[in-house]
């Protein structure tokens, strides 16, 4: 038994009835004959690093004099260099991107490393019962646990949606994993924004209302990614 | 005090008018030729690849589509054909695609390969379709639960084709469109796997199972036919 001939099934090619093509016309001359108005990528990765600096600044304002200058410049800075690297690789364009399977863990590695960082960075932990328990000092902290988390959310979705906007109906192929990608971007905007703020340094703190935003940020821009990047 | 020459206005407006449209020109023209990836556009030229007839379409040339459509039409339909197997879902979802390649023409990215975006586009219609289809009553038979027979597969001009065509057609179904989308539509494993949203090693891995399942089922109709 020979290779299945795929060259013989390739050269039979059915065609669509005539009047197909006739209501396509149809549909043609009802739409708008005028250009699309088309961005290239390197147009939308600018508005994106711009929009993901107006964000920022807009939210952490008040912080800047607080913190220095030289701080706020080097950690936006690492935060852009971080997020155009990431955006210009994983994001839809005319060449090749990095492949579905990177993209996947670039998006899973990018919310663990956030998780991470906090844990790292926390000085003492308070136990569950403690934290979530009743009391004056419970309830401070699950305030400011959420105060935070508002406020990263609140950068984070800004961000993300402004995101999700400007690269609106480009993906075609995986749109679910590039909004992932977009708010996990968000997200790590909202977190930043909101650790210049905050002095805490207990660990479910940090963990809960700094990092969790890169989940759930994440999470729901993959749901507004899978509607809103297809074309 | 007003001088004489205070009183005699200047025709300043008209040129400061003349010199903003110049500078709006100039502008425009900058800023196209900067937000596009290829440059200015050359208009007295053939486009050479459907890419290049694609850009011309984003521009507003809606000739171009003709062209686009004599291209892509046949492969999409192909494609389309395999997966509902049905002829009429096959043609309402080609209407459907351009349709909804017209209203993203302004996202693709000028130079992209065209094929395995507009068959993304309609294998995303497919889904849809399928979807909406399990739930709409006028889809079902009598009973209100089996689907009404489908068939009009397209006229089979040779044995050997035709077994083919009736092996792919047994196949499971993410097997078959593997196959379909590298073999038949000629994409290469990673255009295969953007379309269907996975990995270039699932593309690779559903083709080589799909095609030992192929052999067998053409090896087993052969033996038949023998036999008989």
Known sequence: ?231 | MVSSADSVPLPLGPAFLRLFEALEARATLVWSSVARDDGPEVRDVEPATLEDWMSRYVDGDLGAFERIYAELGPKLFGYLLRLTRDRARAEDLVQITFAKVHRARGSYFRGAPLLPWVLAIARRSFLDERRHARVRPEDLSYDGNVPEPKQDQPALDSDVVEALERALTNLPPAYAEAIQLTKVTGLSTQEAAEVLGTTKTAVKLRVHRGYLLLRRQLESSHDEGESS
């Open chain 1, 1 to 231: 038994m020979s290779d299945p001939d795929f060259e013989a099934l390739a050269r039979r090619r059915p065609l669509p009835h005539p009047r197909v093509l006739e209501a396509i016309r149809a549909d043609l001359a009802k739409a708008s004959p005028e250009p699309a108005r088309a961005l290239s990528r390197g147009t939308r990765l600018a508005l994106s690093v711009l929009l993901l600096f107006a964000g920022f600044a807009a939210t952490t304002f008040g912080d800047w004099f607080e913190r220095g200058a030289l701080w706020f410049l080097g950690a936006a800075g690492a935060c852009f260099s971080l997020g155009a690297l990431v955006l210009s690789e994983t994001l839809p364009g005319p060449r090749t991107r990095l492949g579905l399977g990177a993209r996947r863990a670039l998006v899973v590695s990018g919310v663990a490393v956030v998780l991470v960082f906090y844990s790292i960075l926390a000085d003492d932990y308070v136990t569950l019962a403690e934290f979530f328990g009743g009391g004056s000092r419970g309830r401070e902290h699950v305030s400011h646990a959420l105060a935070c988390l508002a406020h990263a959310l609140v950068t984070g979705f800004l961000c993300s949606t402004g995101l999700l906007l400007v690269w609106a109906r480009t993906d075609p192929f995986t749109p679910t994993w590039s909004g992932a990608i977009l708010g996990l971007s968000g997200s790590w905007l909202g977190s930043l924004a909101v650790s210049l703020g905050c002095r805490a340094t207990e660990g479910l703190h940090l963990i809960l209302g700094h990092g969790m935003v890169a989940v759930i940020a994440t999470l729901a821009a993959a749901l507004l990614g899978r509607k809103w990047l297809r074309p």
